[in-house]
């Protein structure tokens, strides 16, 4: 394996091996590509940055702020997610951040998202993700 590339995997639990089988979906990306989540607390809201790349490499760094913030949420009534910082985003994290909206919304919070204008942005846009945000 080259050292300047890592190969994005994808895991799908396969019942006759009983166990996840590594799936590799033949896209690259740089070592130095990574996701970053900034959250702060203003007058109810929590209000989440997301900068960096999200995609099947980083969408465990979402479940991971699901875990820390999970706990407080009763003490928030709604999230914002601010998006202009988020420079990639494919197929894996569009479903990360369905399954995250999803999770949010199950817990009472009304979710949003502020709109970029950015590729990521695009991406979802083409997705139909800020549609199904709203409704």
């Given amino acids: 394996m080259n050292l300047s590339v890592k190969h994005e995997m994808c895991f799908f639990y396969q019942p006759s091996f009983g166990k996840d089988a590594l799936i590799n979906m ?3 990306h740089l070592y130095t ?13 929590l209000q989440v940055a997301l900068a960096g790349h999200l995609g099947s ?14 706990s407080r949420f009763k ?14 985003i494919n197929q894996y994290g569009v479903a990360a951040l369905i399954d995250l909206v999803y999770v949010l919304k199950h ?3 009304r979710v949003s998202f502020n709109r970029a204008g950015n590729r990521a942005d695009k991406v979802l846009s083409e997705a139909g993700f800020h549609e199904w945000v709203a409704y």
């Fill in 57 to 70: 490499t980083t969408i465990g760094k979402l479940d991971d702020f699901l875990l820390k913030y999970r």
């Fill in 75 to 88: 003490h928030y009534e709604n999230i914002s997610f601010d998006i202009s910082q988020l420079e990639f």
């Fill in 107 to 109: 817990e009472g919070l």
């Fill in 26 to 28: 033949g896209h690259t």
């Fill in 33 to 45: 590509n990574s996701l970053k989540i900034n959250a702060a607390s203003h007058s109810g809201t």
